[in-house]
């Protein structure tokens, strides 16, 4: 067990400072600023890199939706969820700190509401769209990716290509996303850095445990009910 939330840690570690280290430091850097479309591929890459590197370990959840998901697809004990999240959010918590760190050493760079890609919605929402809009994009999302993982990750699937096919899924998430919430489906990701930026960002961190965990749970819940292979007939 210690190896694999040490694991869990350290893949929720890279998964926040990849993919919201490259909106910070990146994203709009001058002339060759990576974009919506860049961010949206570094998150797809940490999970990508993580779920080779400690999927043996682990299984390379980094996110304690997809740990709600994979139990009620019946993938994963409950007993081993508490550890899972506390071992994804210390993980996260210490990216978010680097991150700042990192940030902090260009003197332009200010902490504010929406500093370090803190999610949120309505007035700290990218694009300014409304708690609803937020709220069900992050459910649905979510449910999605669920629906990949467990798909890609079933003895059915071809061997070999579930980090690829689970790393597209996020980038092609944060493609639709981004501009709603700026992306959580995973409560670490986001607690992070809201509890250093506080605001609004640590006022709204509750929706962006619930929303995610509740699409997560129904795609797990969905896939092992829909998708799951029926028994040899006897």
């Known amino acids: 067990m210690i190896r694999r939330l040490a694991a869990e840690a350290f893949g929720t570690f890279w998964l926040v400072l990849g993919g919201c280290g490259s909106a910070v430091l990146s994203a709009g850097f001058p002339d060759v600023g990576i974009g919506l479309l860049g961010v949206s591929l570094a998150f797809g890459l940490t999970v990508l890199t993580m779920a080779f590197a400690i999927g043996h370990v682990s299984g390379c959840h980094l996110n304690p939706a997809v740990t709600f998901g994979l139990w009620a697809g019946g993938r994963f004990p409950a007993r081993d969820i508490l550890p899972y999240i506390v071992a994804?959010?210390?993980g996260a918590t210490l990216a978010a700190s680097v991150l700042l760190q990192i940030a902090s050493g260009q003197p332009a760079f200010?902490?504010?509401?929406?500093?370090?890609?803190?999610?949120?919605?309505?007035a700290i929402s990218p694009g300014g769209y409304s708690m609803a809009a937020g709220i069900l994009t992050e459910v649905v999302m979510t449910l999605a990716f669920l629906v990949i993982i467990m798909g890609a990750t079933d003895s059915?699937?071809?061997?070999?290509?579930?980090?690829?096919?689970i790393g597209l899924g996020l980038t092609l998430i944060h493609l639709i996303s981004i501009p709603v919430t700026n992306t959580s489906v995973n409560p670490a990701r986001s607690t992070g850095p809201a509890l250093l930026v506080g605001g609004l960002a640590l006022q709204q961190l509750w929706l962006f445990w619930l929303a995610p965990i509740a699409g997560a749970v129904l795609g797990g819940l969905g896939y092992r009910s829909l998708f799951t292979a029926d028994p040899p007939a006897s």
């Not at 200010?110 to 309505?122: D, E, K, Q, R, W």
């Not at 059915?156 to 096919?165: C, D, L, T």
Request: aromatic share 4%; glycine share 16%; charged share 5%.
């Open 110 to 122: 200010v902490l504010g509401p929406t500093s370090l890609a803190v999610n949120g919605m309505g």
């Open 156 to 165: 059915r699937a071809p061997a070999g290509f579930a980090p690829i096919a």
């Open 88 to 90: 994804q959010v210390a």
